[in-house]
């Protein structure tokens, strides 16, 4: 006796993983084949267990119609002998898996009653969610109770709802579900409204208590009351929260759904429609009601409720699981397709969210822009950002220049600028301001604008002139010497000298006369460069042909301003152009090519690696009123108006040097210095200040101005 005792102390598990503790006088809730839980516990009772049951199970099986729930007593043993038979592998994977069709799950518990909420010992996988969170959404489910329906298919629709509304959060704070049954009329008496939701067990408990009986099929009265009764705030619908109607039918409508289907739609109420072994009429009429915006399941027969329970859940999630309001970042604003900005409440699946900076002036959006709200509540994109607005790249400090910024190049900055040293003042094309306040890329830009000039102009005393001269056969011999004439006296101007005004000069057509050619270092005096400018005009040959210009400029930037050739460091350097014709064809800078355009282009390609050196290009062109003349000087001197000049002939190149003169000096003197300026006018003994320099560099610029006739611009204009 006391070995059987001990045998019986030790039989059964207790839940799924351990032995059930014999329990003699236990109570089980006892069910038999019900097709769901809500179906167990609304029609089974708490019974009494033989002495020899001492533990509660609960078995579910699976077959084409879904899911068949028997609860009742039973001994620990035969408990566990069931329960360790799930997880063989009887069916793939195993035995218990009940999204296979013919497949069972049993489990035990050990105390009185414990198998009344037990749901069951399956693992069905994750339940649909919003990215882990609970679906919000407010959902309807209207119940076909027309005669056709019979008994049978009554109690499979209630199954079907008491299975399909476990696989949501049933919770007045996540899904709202509301019930009502239809026929010739609305049951509003038994029914379940969106506001009377707690949880699933109070749900399904509701859901077996609405009757079975009556005639008809009026599905249009039926979704209209939906839009204007079920839906209502009054009735617990919510603002923001997704609306949603689940219609079981087995029948065609016996009134008009167009007009049901039309406030259903207005109401942004998303219908979804499922049939029980409906003939192709009824097909047509659950379609008609769904349209393309809806859902429709037009056909039960065939499919295991427990199936179309997850498809239709899943879906439902898909559609209208709601990305989450997200914490912006500091500084960002968003609009919203759905409005959800407005309201605060998470965004609905499909919509999509545009992000701007609050403060667009000093801030920009960094991120992708915009952001869609996925399926299943997720956002494709991570938010973005607004970082502050600066200038990219940072501007360069000029030579001789100080800078001075209040928060670096950030947007709302004020930088300050000087040119402390005496030889030179702030640039006067910044509306002679000394600061800026960065408040737009214009304002970045602007900054390379300003530099420092020099302070007084002296550049008849102290400059790199590279004088490049047309000889092509079009100037002719008479305009020739014309040319030249006008050339020595340009030079007479200058104080020459080699630590003055020096002077490099050479003469092209489809070639450069580099024997004749004047190489800035040759500077001696103004006799000596005079004696070679006359060498060089002995030169012309009126059988030489072609405008060459691009290549003379080119030539220009890489030997004649090379330190080889004289050029000095600090010194500014000007480029003289003087010419009497457009570009020739097939001067390109690509062998075997004629162009017009590419001439133009590679004339520009030059003056571009001029400037680079910070050389200054001022063109005189004679006789060049026409377009091509225009576009000719304009390009040699990099679109700059002030640093062209047109000639009507040759004859004028001297009667109208003063105002040649005016646009060298103007080139010269209001033009950035080079690092080295300051030194180099040191050294020359120009700096202002020196009373020596200061009659040199002022004073005596103004005579010799005057003797020639050259008008200046005043000094406040510089």
Excluded at 202 to 220: A, D, F, H, M, R
Excluded at 474 to 492: A, C, D, R, Y
Excluded at 541 to 547: A, F, I, K, L
Excluded at 705 to 711: F, K, P, R, S, T
Aim: glycine share 10%; with cysteine; net charge negative.
């Amino acid at each position: 006796m006391l070995k059987l005792v001990a045998a019986l102390l030790i039989l059964g598990l207790v839940g799924t993983e351990a032995y059930v503790k014999r329990n003699y006088g236990i109570k089980c809730w006892t069910c038999d084949n019900a097709r769901s839980h809500g179906e167990c516990r609304a029609q089974g009772q708490l019974k009494a267990c033989g002495w020899t049951q001492d533990a509660c199970q609960t078995h579910v099986r699976h077959d084409n119609t879904g899911l068949y729930y028997i609860k009742g007593c039973k001994s620990s043993t035969s408990c566990k002998n069931n329960y360790v038979q799930n997880n063989r592998v009887a069916f793939w994977p195993v035995q218990c898996n009940l999204n296979r069709l013919h497949t069972v799950c049993r489990c035990c518990c050990g105390t009185s009653g414990c198998n009344m909420r037990q749901d069951g010992c399956w693992h069905e996988g994750i339940k649909p969610s919003c990215n882990g969170a609970a679906l919000q959404i407010d959902m309807v489910i209207v119940l076909d109770s027309s005669s056709s329906i019979t008994p049978e298919r009554w109690r499979l629709q209630l199954a079907f709802v008491s299975n399909f509304v476990r696989r949501f959060n049933v919770h007045p704070e996540a899904a709202r579900i509301g019930i009502y049954r239809y026929n010739s009329g609305v049951d509003i008496a038994t029914e379940i409204e969106l506001k009377d939701t707690t949880n699933v067990y109070k749900l399904e408990k509701e859901l077996y208590s609405i009757p079975y009986n009556g005639v008809g099929t009026l599905t249009g009265k039926a979704l209209g009351y939906a839009v204007s009764d079920a839906f209502n705030i009054s009735s617990g619908n919510r603002p923001n929260i997704p609306d949603v109607l689940l219609l079981i039918t087995d029948g065609i409508s016996q009134d008009t759904v167009v007009e049901a289907r039309n406030e259903l739609r207005a109401a942004n109420i998303h219908f979804n429609g499922l049939g029980i072994k409906l003939e192709k009429g009824s097909i047509d009429s659950i379609a008609q009601i769904s349209g393309d915006a809806g859902m429709s399941y037009t056909n039960w027969q065939g499919k295991s409720s427990h199936h179309l329970e997850k498809i239709i859940a899943k879906n439902i999630h898909l559609q209208h699981c709601m990305c989450g309001a997200r914490e912006l970042p500091e500084g960002v604003g968003l609009t919203c397709s759905d409005n959800s900005h407005v309201h605060g409440a998470g965004t609905v699946v499909g919509a999509s969210c545009t992000y701007h900076c609050l403060n667009d002036t000093f801030f920009k959006l960094v991120g992708t822009n915009p952001s869609t709200c996925g399926s299943g509540g997720n956002w494709d994109t991570p938010l973005p950002v607004c970082e502050r607005r600066q200038c990219e790249p940072k501007p360069r400090l000029p030579p001789y220049m100080e800078r001075e910024c209040t928060d670096e190049f950030y947007y709302g900055s004020s930088c300050t600028y000087t040119c402390p040293s005496p030889a030179v003042k702030l640039h006067g094309r910044y509306n002679g301001s000394s600061s800026i306040t960065l408040t737009s890329p214009d304002d970045c830009d602007e900054q390379v604008n300003v530099c420092c000039v020099p302070s007084e102009c002296n550049a008849l005393s102290l400059l790199d002139l590279v004088i490049i001269i047309d000889s092509s056969s079009s100037v002719g011999t008479f305009n020739w010497t014309q040319q030249m004439k006008f050339t020595k006296m340009l030079v007479e101007k200058f104080e020459i000298g080699p630590d003055n005004v020096r002077v490099g000069m050479f003469r092209w057509n489809a070639n450069i006369d580099t024997e004749s050619e004047v190489k800035l270092g040759d500077t001696v005096d103004l006799t000596t460069l005079i004696t070679k400018v006359e060498y060089l005009e002995s030169k012309y040959d009126p059988d030489e042909s072609g405008t060459w210009t691009g290549s003379a400029m080119m030539y220009t930037a890489k030997n004649s301003l090379s330190e080889a050739f004289g050029n000095r460091k600090g010194v500014m350097d000007l480029v003289f152009v003087l010419t009497d014709g457009k570009p020739s064809k097939v001067d390109t800078g690509v062998p075997g090519l004629k162009s017009k355009e590419g001439a133009f282009n590679y004339v520009a390609q030059a003056e571009r690696e001029l400037s680079a050196t910070g050389a200054i290009n001022v063109a005189i062109g004679v006789g060049m009123d026409n377009e091509e003349g225009e576009q000719t000087l304009r390009t040699i001197a990099g679109g700059n108006p002030n640093h062209f000049y047109k000639a009507k002939n040759f004859d004028a190149l001297i009667t109208d040097i003063d105002g040649i003169m005016t646009t060298i000096l103007e080139a010269a003197c209001k033009n950035c210095v080079i690092e080295g300026y300051v030194p180099a006018v040191d050294a020359a003994g120009l700096m202002p200040g020196d009373e020596e320099s200061a009659r040199v560099a002022t004073g005596g610029l103004v005579d010799a101005a005057a003797e020639q006739g050259v008008e200046l611009p005043p000094a406040a204009e510089v």
